[in-house]
């Protein structure tokens, strides 16, 4: 079975210091990877899609940045945290062909405060 | 882009009673349909979903429905527990684009 891990599960930072987040995928290849912010109380913002390795989209033009350095790792990076980058930042993945194509599961999360 | 509207914003039913939660969207080349729950401070889960060909799909208390034509589709939660108290999120996805577009969710609340 496919499971899908994100760490660190809190994290809190002062502005203008780096971050990395780390997403992990088991049980499948190929698959494609997300990756959603959510502020308190409110829906998902995504932020990158990716459809392979190398290939990132960017949906919100800001100061992250993802990575996806292979097939089933995908990072999302600031090199300098704003006040307005906390939230809970979720990563998600689906598959591409198969018939649960478009189905998209999360992982449990990181709850970044910058302070 | 895809626009999806979900109505209501929040949700208050006695225990036993019936929930619905409605969507709306805009892409008529949107052929998928989920439906997550996100209790708090967890990642959302798939519940159910439903894709283009389809009108309809139920699974034991919970069922779906799409109107193509209308560009809407509904969450529909029988005999409602307090366990189903969480945030219920619709969304629509798009094969071609390969994302998905999110309602901004529903906070469901089911009073003992």
């Known amino acids: 079975s496919q499971t899908i891990h994100q760490w660190p599960a809190t994290l809190v930072q002062p502005v203008g210091s780096p971050l990395s987040l780390e997403c992990t995928v088991e049980g499948t290849s190929n698959p494609n990877l997300y990756w959603y912010r959510q502020a308190a109380g409110r829906g998902l913002q995504l932020l990158f899609y990716s459809v392979g390795i190398g290939q990132i989209s960017s949906e919100v033009p800001q100061n992250l940045s993802a990575s996806r350095p292979q097939d089933r790792q995908f990072i999302l990076s600031s090199k300098k945290l704003l006040l307005s980058d906390s939230g809970f930042y979720l990563c998600?993945?689906?598959?591409?062909?198969?018939?649960?194509?478009?189905?998209?599961?999360f992982g449990p999360g990181t709850r970044l405060t910058v302070l | 882009g895809e626009n999806v509207e979900q109505h209501p914003s929040t949700l208050s039913v006695q225990e036993g009673d019936s929930a619905v939660i409605k969507c709306t969207y805009s892409d008529s080349a949107s052929n998928y349909f989920p439906w997550y729950k996100q209790e708090l401070g967890k990642g959302p889960q798939l519940i159910i979903d439903i894709r283009s060909n389809v009108g309809e799909k139920k699974d034991q208390r919970i069922a779906v429905t799409l109107n193509k034509t209308a560009k809407h589709f509904s969450l529909h939660i029988t005999e409602t527990q307090p366990e189903d108290s969480a945030v219920y999120f619709c969304?629509?996805?798009?094969?071609?684009?390969?994302?998905?577009?999110f309602g901004d969710g529903t906070t469901l609340t089911v009073k003992p």
């Open positions: 998600a993945w689906s598959a591409v062909r198969t018939s649960g194509i478009g189905r998209q599961f």
């Open positions: 969304a629509g996805y798009n094969t071609n684009a390969g994302k998905s577009t």
